[in-house]
């Protein structure tokens, strides 16, 4: 399987915040997940692979070709989803299409009014009329629409409902069933990749803290809940986040069989995303 996307050594600083030393890639045929709490260096990353600010050093390479030499030969090939859209608010929905148009040779007019259509979107209403649902679905029927073969995307479920973001993961999976292509896919909305990635990537103030297969991750860890005798100065170290209250405790092992032996009354359960993003943040363990 070869990589759609490879980010070596990328570091961007700015007032307080930088990211640092950013290295991953991403394989084709694969919805990646990019968690993170906001602030983390989500949005500031998918900027600077894209180009929309600048990095202090490393490389970013898609489809094979170095960002920095083949940058208009690359964006022909992406389809980018940002939060806020980046659209002019006076423009009709038809105006601003004939912008972004044009800057794709492999534009496809047909698909866009098939788009538009099934997101029952009017060519001539103004963008400061759409809510935010509605500019999300606009600015993917635009990003798909050139024949993308990589959606980047930046927070597309944000302050969406459960319908629209239901419409959406599933348009995701439409794209996905051609081969050869990819999302990658920023969010902190972690239930949304519990449903539809491949691939989870977890950064945490500038920095990557894994990059794993999702079902191979949430495989690793488990819930444990048991009695507070259960706690001994060994046995809080297999935990890598301790809840406690006067009645037990609950924690988030990723040393089951070690915990199995050590506490064979406890009772376990399987994490979520979100269980597994929150214990590896730092300062996780209470």
């Known amino acids: 399987m070869e990589n759609i996307l490879e980010i070596s050594g990328l570091n961007k600083s700015y007032g307080n ?52 030499t083949n940058e208009k030969q690359i964006k022909e090939r992406i389809g980018i989803v940002l939060d806020g859209g980046g659209f002019y608010d006076e423009l009709s929905l038809s105006e601003m299409k004939s912008i ?30 759409l809510s935010k649902g509605m500019r999300m679905k606009y600015a993917l029927a635009l990003a798909l629409s050139h024949k993308a073969e990589l959606l980047i995307m930046d927070e597309p479920t944000s302050g969406l409902d459960p319908l629209i973001r239901s419409q959406l993961l599933d348009i995701l ?31 945490d103030n500038g920095k990557i ?23 001994t100065k060994d046995t809080e170290k297999l935990f890598v986040n301790i809840s406690k209250t006067a009645f037990g405790f609950t924690g988030i092992t990723n040393q089951l069989e070690d915990i199995k032996k050590a506490m064979p009354d406890a009772i376990t359960e399987r994490t979520t995303i979100e269980d597994v993003m929150l214990c590896n943040i730092k300062g996780g363990k209470k």
């Not at 081969?179 to 491949?198: P, Q």
């Open 100 to 129: 972004v148009a044009s800057a794709y040779k492999s534009w496809d007019e047909t698909k866009y009014r098939i788009y538009l259509d099934r997101f029952s979107l009017g060519p001539k209403q103004k963008i400061n009329t």
């Open 17 to 68: 915040f930088s990211l640092q030393d950013i290295s991953f890639s991403l394989p084709e045929g694969c919805i990646t997940g990019f968690i993170g709490i906001n602030g983390a260096g989500k949005t500031t990353t998918l900027r600077t692979i894209l180009g929309l600010t600048s990095k202090s050093s490393g490389n970013v390479r898609l489809f094979g070709m170095d960002m920095k």
């Open 209 to 231: 803290i894994f990059q794993e297969e999702k079902d191979i991750l949430l495989d690793s860890y488990r819930i444990v809940k048991s009695d507070l005798k259960d706690l």
């Open 173 to 203: 999976k439409e794209f996905m069933n051609n081969g050869g292509r990819g999302v990658f896919f920023s969010t902190h909305i972690t239930s949304d990749l519990d449903k539809i990635a491949d691939m989870l990537i977890m950064i």
